[in-house]
T-cell receptor, first 112, second 115 residues
């Protein structure tokens, strides 16, 4: 059973637009939800993370929205840039220092 | 910030030989490191959890004797792919926890090609 489901699989956005990637989870014990950005041939890099005690967290152009009752969280990239073109993974864990369950990934392509 | 260094970044080896991949935490001590495998255009698959001074915990379906993990110090974990075969060709990534609440820091990955 996939613990974290991510959609869409791929996304094309025009420069300056908003990119939205969604994730849903099953285990209500999860309390740490990070997003990672991965460029081809590189390891993933932490982008932003949220804990369930807040509904939204913003860092620059990146925002996580969290809906605890629906067991869903999403990544919003405002003013998307070609340099944002990468694969994005959501994840969930208990405590933030235990086993991470990753989503299947979303390949974002921002058109100039 | 927390940095995890992984070497080599790419390696080509002949079928039947063994390959060692190193994962180092440069500016923090990591009692726990994780090893992932990633196939093209797919998500990260956790292979094993490496704990300093003790045996690694392998995920179901991962061959312990094929993927040897050693975590001999607080800053170094190694993954040895023994008797490598072409089907072992993949992108291997390590990660470590810098501290409670900091999440994972990933290494830059190792592209293994077995010919």
């Amino acid at each position: 059973q996939q613990q974290v489901k991510q959609s869409p699989q791929s996304l094309i956005v025009q420069k300056g637009g908003i990119s939205i990637i969604n994730c849903a989870y099953e285990n209500t014990a999860f309390d740490y939800f990070p997003w990672y950005q991965q460029f081809p041939g590189k390891g993933p890099a932490l982008l932003i993370a949220i804990r369930p005690d807040v509904s939204e967290k913003k860092e620059g152009r990146f925002t996580i929205s969290f809906n605890k009752s629906a067991k869903q969280f999403s990544l919003h990239i405002m003013d998307s840039q070609p340099g944002d073109s990468a694969t994005y993974f959501c994840a969930a864990s208990i405590g933030g220092f235990n086993k991470f369950y990753f989503g299947s990934g979303t390949k974002l392509n921002v058109k100039p | 910030g927390a940095v995890v260094s992984q070497h080599p970044s790419w390696v080509i080896c002949k079928s039947g030989t063994s390959v060692k991949i190193e994962c180092r935490s440069l500016d923090f001590q990591a009692t726990t490191m994780f090893w992932y495998r990633q196939f093209p255009k797919q998500s990260l698959m956790l292979m094993a959890t490496s704990n300093e001074g003790s045996k690694a915990t392998y995920e179901q379906g991962v061959e312990k004797d094929k993927f040897l993990i050693n975590h001999a110090s607080l800053t170094l974990s190694t993954l040895t792919v023994t008797s490598a075969h072409p089907e072992d060709s993949s992108f291997y990534i390590c990660s470590a926890i810098a501290g409670q609440g900091y999440g994972y820091t990933f290494g830059s990955g190792t592209r293994l090609t077995v010919v």
